[in-house]
């Protein structure tokens, strides 16, 4: 009987020690590495996909409304650019997330614009003639020729300073008409981004440039502020946005 009772407590002793073995495997082996590696896929997921919304976007074809567009690797402004598009390229909405949509390019690439770089409407290929009838002949070719090499230079150094500021240029492009006596610079939505006291900055770089070159090529006949040239900037919708012509104040309406 006592030989009986001594099997028993042994069995149990076994079994006891059967079931705290399992349960140490189990926290120290099992339950530690499998979260581990749930949580790094999880930041992995983050990374690499963010949070998707709006998702009836999705499939829509939208076209690139500015100049030139890059195309991020994230929705954020100093993400790496992937690639660039230009203005008119048609784009798929694979997603969005807050002010940016998630796009198909280039076969199977996708990328991050922000929304209102894009629209479902494609933008007209050539910008409206604004210039009057020509009424006079008159041969300023070369001069405008050369001055126009000169402003396409402050041009460049202007979207240079914007590319460093705000990952977008500013200025799209110009055209001198009316036979030089006018300019007219077309700006990026990034002009929305300048203080009051930059943009009045820009204009009057703009328009001390513009006007010494007409007077150094005798464009203009006196050289003072009675014969200065129009200054006219206009926005991606070709509204005019600012202003400075002969006796006039600078103006800046947007």
Not at 12 to 28: D, E, M, P, V
Not at 182 to 193: G, Q
Not at 230 to 235: A, E, K, M, Q
């Amino acid at each position: 009987m006592n030989k009986n009772k001594d099997i028993l407590g042994s069995l149990i002793l076994i079994l006891i020690f059967l079931i705290i073995s399992a349960l140490i495997f189990y926290i120290f082996f099992y339950s530690n590495s499998k979260p581990d590696s749930a949580s790094k896929d999880q930041r992995q997921d983050q990374e690499i996909s963010p949070p998707m919304e709006d998702t009836k976007y999705k499939g829509k074809t939208v076209y690139i409304t500015e100049q030139r567009v890059k195309i991020r690797s994230k929705p954020e402004y100093n993400a790496t650019a992937l690639g660039e598009k230009n203005k008119g390229d048609e784009l798929i909405v694979t997603g969005a997330s807050g002010d940016w949509f998630e796009v198909g390019f280039d076969f199977e690439k996708r990328g991050w614009v922000l929304r209102e770089q894009v629209s479902d409407r494609k933008p007209p290929s050539k910008k409206p003639d604004i210039s009057p009838p020509i009424t006079e002949k008159q041969d300023n070719t070369l001069a405008i020729d050369q001055i126009r090499i000169d402003m396409d230079s402050l041009v460049q150094f202007i979207n240079q300073r914007s590319l460093q500021q705000f990952s977008q240029e500013m200025v799209t492009g110009f055209e001198i008409v009316e036979n030089g006596a006018k300019l007219v610079v077309y700006v990026s939505k990034t002009w929305y981004f300048l203080p009051p006291y930059q943009k009045q900055l820009m204009v009057n770089i703009v328009a001390m440039q513009y006007g010494k070159q007409c007077c150094q090529y005798k464009l203009r006949a006196k050289c003072d502020q009675d014969d200065f040239p129009t200054i006219s900037f206009l926005n991606p919708d070709n509204k005019e946005i600012a202003r400075i012509s002969a006796n006039q104040p600078l103006q800046v309406f947007e």
